[in-house]
């Protein structure tokens, strides 16, 4: 009963998109204590342009602000130290005010100009950031460089304009990106190529400690804009700790939330012991795992093939070997990303018809390919049920089961016929549809070293993707994600992928962690959002 | 003595120049693009190729590999690409971690082993015997992650004698040293039960036994200073494993060592942390053989250096 309400609770929130009301935190929620979370890899970098990991993403969400956020738990848009903004007709100019008074970690207080700094910062070549592509639509983007962006003007202290060089109504979701953080540029300037181990803010918390390898402490922002948040005074993340050992330290109250969640081989005592379970928070999951079929490799260039392919697979089976931590899923989307086709069924599992229609393909005796998997487990173990499907449909899968950096240039040089992408991809940067398109499924990044491994490209569904992103009207929105939900409908029908599965997140929490459900299946801060959560001793 | 320890120090360099080299093109060569890893997946083509350029990993190997030389040469062993930080001073700030679990841990296993070795000697072909050889058969073949799980499930999680895992006191270093002391004392058994049959045959112990000297003062004072040799040279090697870094007791214990960082690395293809790592574990294994090769004297006075 508790994970339906928790979904459904998901769910409400989703189906009013873009009505961004002011978020009311949790009313018993008391102010102090500390909280511990631990990790297993180290944390790379702090600094919003640079760190582009799950583990770090909310981190930096908490020690920084962009223009634009998202109310917790949710996936809709609010106002973040922009106080409010303007849309020109054409679509073309952003203006954004800036709340006033709104300081950084070193006292001083954030401006226009601020903004512009590191809008350029970002985009500008040296600073390496795997982010810079968002920014595309920026006028002066291509000749971004130390000079800055020409698109971004400074009107007056606290008013930002930003002209587009095409619409993008996906623009305010990118100025909500870690990438778009309000960085001070004297603390960038002192700290050089160390500011991701010295971030300063304008966020909730600010780092107090990092013990490289060991630890790093956030302190709260006394001085913090949103009134009455963050309730904790700090947060300790522990790193370089084993999962299993992690809930062993949880079961014995040393920890306050595993951030690798449940290891495999503890979820079903976990979950068969009602006082654990009860702590145990599940939601949806903006990510899709799928079988990339190369369109350019025969015989996955013939579509019958791909089809066969799609009936072949045993979805259900698949999330058994991760204890059922998934749904199957039937195409690119995930269930809880605006856009989603409800009433689409999908290929059905059917072996029978998948073997008539690679017969119909003229390969009735088979094939042999190769399926591509990341090394680490669960991964080789799907692997083998897909590879186990396709034998039954006569298809020889070998599986190649490859270091993680080894799996995505095999799949960016376009070598791998069958990629599972488990453990790669595709978890969406943002909720909105078009994160699932570009980068995976369209032209854009078919070619040498993208990751649409499939290389399947379709100039017709590319034309109306550009179309649907240059829908940025908020009135017109029913409308671009209906067009979004016919170009995920277009891929199906070609079937460069098999969407397998969906992850659904399980975050376990100890006794004393407050704060609604929702914070701790929050789409967009993984595994929870800081800002919010509380303590009750 | 001066002018061996000159050649061998030059051998040394040779030999750190040829690691370099070799770890440097394996890198170079291997199918996995560290500018993708960096770029992550939402790059374009575009932030792609600048970063390629930015890193120089545009240029031919030999321009690469030169470069790093350069750098190293001044002490410089660049920075991480993913994290940004001097590759320097990620591998010093674990350097004491990995220090402190390697003397643990060698001293356990030197504990273990040579008390099993010497037992089995002494009771060479008894139950006593069989018994320590199959145990350290066991040992050495015991799989890293489950022992340490279950020592730390006994001994912290039920028992409560110790934290579970973490760093910073004596009572830390204890569960994460004697994992690996167990692990690792079947080796130094094996070698200490050989070495100590064969002494025990030689003609001098024979004439010790024959003046009359006690049984403990023969094993003691005769046959152990002649038995250890082999051991040390082990340690010499053992040193070199240990500053590589022991991934998995790392990770169960949370002990803030190099094998964390190192493995870190190669999954996300950060080449200089890799470099980094390499280079000093095989500097700890040159100087650890270099060192139990100048000590060998002092405990037997018929090896001479030359």
């Known amino acids: ?537 | 003595m001066a002018a061996y320890l000159l050649r061998r120090l030059i051998q040394s360099a040779l030999i750190l120049l040829g690691v370099s080299f070799i770890t440097f093109f394996l890198l170079y060569v291997l199918p996995a693009d560290p500018v993708r890893q960096i770029a992550g997946r939402s790059a374009t083509a575009q932030t792609v190729e600048n970063i390629r350029e930015q890193l120089g990993l545009d240029k031919p190997f030999v321009v690469q590999y030169a470069r790093y030389m350069g750098g190293l040469l001044q002490g410089d062993m660049g920075r991480s690409y993913l994290q940004k930080t001097q590759v320097a001073e990620l591998i010093w700030s674990r350097l004491p971690a990995t220090l402190l679990l390697m003397a643990g841990a060698i001293f356990c296993e030197l504990v273990l082993g040579l008390t099993m070795g010497i037992i089995a000697a002494l009771w060479r072909g008894r139950s006593i015997d069989q018994t320590l050889m199959v145990t350290s058969f066991i040992t050495v073949s015991a799989p890293q992650f489950v022992v340490s799980l279950l020592l730390l499930y006994i001994f912290a999680v039920k028992l409560g004698w110790f934290p579970i895992g973490g760093y910073g006191t004596f009572a830390h270093l204890v569960l994460p040293a004697v994992t690996l002391g167990i692990l690792g004392s079947g080796w130094y058994s094996r070698m200490m039960r050989s070495s100590m049959i064969d002494v025990l045959r030689a003609d001098y112990i024979r004439t010790a036994r024959a003046k009359g000297l006690t049984r403990a003062r023969i094993i003691l004072r005769h046959a152990l200073p002649n038995a250890i040799l082999p051991v040390i040279a082990m340690i010499g090697i053992d040193i070199g494993i240990f500053m590589g870094g022991i991934v998995v007791v790392e990770s169960v214990f949370g002990w803030p060592g190099i094998g964390q960082l190192a493995w870190q690395a190669i999954q996300r293809v950060d080449i200089p942390i890799i470099m980094g790592v390499t280079l000093v574990s095989a500097c700890a294994i040159v100087l650890g053989n270099l060192l139990a090769d100048l000590i060998a004297p002092l405990i037997d006075p018929r090896i001479r250096l030359r």
């Open chain 1, 1 to 537: 009963m508790k994970k339906l309400l928790a979904s459904t609770a998901v769910m409400l929130a989703l189906a009013l998109p873009g009505v961004a009301q002011d978020y009311t935190p949790d009313p018993a929620a008391k102010p102090g204590g500390s909280i511990t979370i631990t990790y297993k890899d180290d944390v790379a970098t702090l600094d919003p342009a640079i760190g582009y990991d799950w583990q770090n993403w909310s981190m930096i969400k908490s020690l920084f602000d962009g223009l634009m956020d998202y109310t917790p738990g949710t996936t809709d848009l609010r106002p973040g130290l922009a106080e409010s903004y303007e849309i020109s007709e054409d679509g073309l100019i952003y203006t954004f005010k800036l709340r006033a008074g709104v300081k950084f970690h070193n006292g001083r207080e954030m401006t226009a100009e601020d903004v512009k700094y590191s809008l350029d910062r970002v985009t500008n070549p040296e600073t390496q950031s795997p982010g810079a592509g968002f920014f595309g639509a920026i006028a002066g983007f291509e000749n971004a460089g130390p000079g800055g962006l020409s698109g971004v003007e400074v009107v007056d202290p606290l008013t930002v304009k930003i002209t587009l060089s095409r619409p993008d109504a996906t623009f305010l979701h990118v100025m909500a990106l870690n990438f778009a953080s309000v960085v001070p540029k004297e603390a960038v300037d002192e700290a050089g190529a160390d500011f991701g181990k010295k971030p300063v803010g304008t966020g909730a918390y600010k780092l107090a400690e990092w013990t490289l390898g060991q630890r790093l402490v956030f302190e709260k922002n006394a001085d913090y804009w949103r009134p009455g948040v963050p309730f904790l005074d700090s947060i300790v993340f522990e790193v370089g700790q084993e999962p299993v050992v992690a809930l062993l330290r949880l079961q014995n109250g040393e920890v306050d939330l595993p951030g690798d969640g449940i290891p495999p081989a503890k979820f079903q005592e976990v979950m068969g012991d009602p006082a654990q379970a009860a702590r145990v928070v599940q939601g949806g999951q903006l990510q899709t795992g799928y079988i990339t079929l190369n369109v350019t490799i025969p015989p996955l260039d013939k579509v019958e093939v791909r089809k066969a392919i799609n009936m072949a697979i045993n979805k259900e089976r698949i999330t058994q070997i991760i204890n059922g931590r998934a749904i199957p899923a039937n195409q690119p989307l995930p269930p809880s990303m605006p856009g989603y086709t409800k009433d689409y069924a999908g290929y059905p599992y059917d072996p029978e018809g998948a073997k008539k229609l690679l017969a119909d393909a003229g390969l009735a005796d088979g094939f042999e390919t190769e399926l591509y998997v990341m090394n680490t487990d669960p991964n080789p173990r799907i692997a083998q049920a897909i590879q186990q499907d396709l034998a039954a449909i006569g298809i020889k899968a070998n599986i190649q089961n490859l270091a993680q950096a080894n799996v995505i240039e095999a799949g960016g040089a376009g070598t791998a016929p069958m990629i599972w992408s488990g453990g790669m991809a595709w978890i969406a940067d943002f909720p909105d549809p078009s994160n699932f398109y570009g980068p995976i499924l369209g032209c854009a990044g078919a070619g040498e070293g993208g990751w649409n491994w499939s290389k399947f490209c379709d100039p017709a569904l590319d034309a109306k993707a550009v179309e649907a992103d240059s829908m940025f009207d908020p009135a017109k929105s029913a409308d671009r994600l209906k067009l979004w939900s016919d170009i995920y409908m277009g891929v199906m029908e070609q079937a460069p992928w098999v969407p397998v599965f969906n992850e659904e997140r399980y975050t376990m929490k100890s006794e004393r962690m407050g704060g609604e459900d929702a914070l701790y299946v929050d789409p967009v801060s993984i595994p929870v959002n800081y800002d919010y959560v509380w303590v009750k001793q």
